[in-house]
């Protein structure tokens, strides 16, 4: 089971910026960010796979952007804009088998999960 370790989360203001991290312990064909509100259930933010196809949610689209190292094996968001909405705990998700080459927005795309890392945008 690959271990992902999720890093780079903190408290910002509004309209503020953070970079979150994933290091994977070995290379993933797709990975994704989650995040879950307190009360709320966890829904994926954005998605990445093998060749860079990437997708984002509504929420998201325009502020965030996902990327990967050129090994495979970290994973990026780069979040700008930030909005009190924005606050929850990030997860990052990946999986190692081969399924297909598209990225995906349906957490069951995901069978290895973070353990997560706070972000608090006050207004």
């Known amino acids: 089971q690959v271990q992902l370790v999720e890093s780079g989360g903190g408290s910002v203001q509004s309209g503020g910026s953070l970079r979150l991290s994933c290091v994977a312990s070995?290379?993933?064909?797709?990975m994704a960010w989650f995040r879950q509100a307190p009360g709320k259930e966890r829904v994926v933010v954005e998605s990445?796979?093998?060749?860079?196809?990437?997708m984002y949610s509504d929420s998201v689209r325009g502020r965030f952007t996902i990327y990967r190292d050129n090994a495979k094996t970290n994973l990026y968001q780069q979040m700008n804009s930030l909005k009190s909405e924005d606050t929850a705990m990030y997860y990052c998700?990946?999986?190692?088998?081969?399924?297909?080459?598209?990225?995906?927005?349906?957490?069951?795309?995901?069978?290895?999960w973070g353990q997560g890392t706070q972000v608090t945008v006050s207004s």
């Open positions: 990445i796979a093998r060749d860079g196809l990437f």
């Open positions: 070995e290379y993933a064909y797709k």
């Open positions: 998700a990946a999986r190692v088998e081969f399924s297909d080459y598209s990225p995906s927005l349906s957490k069951y795309a995901y069978n290895n």
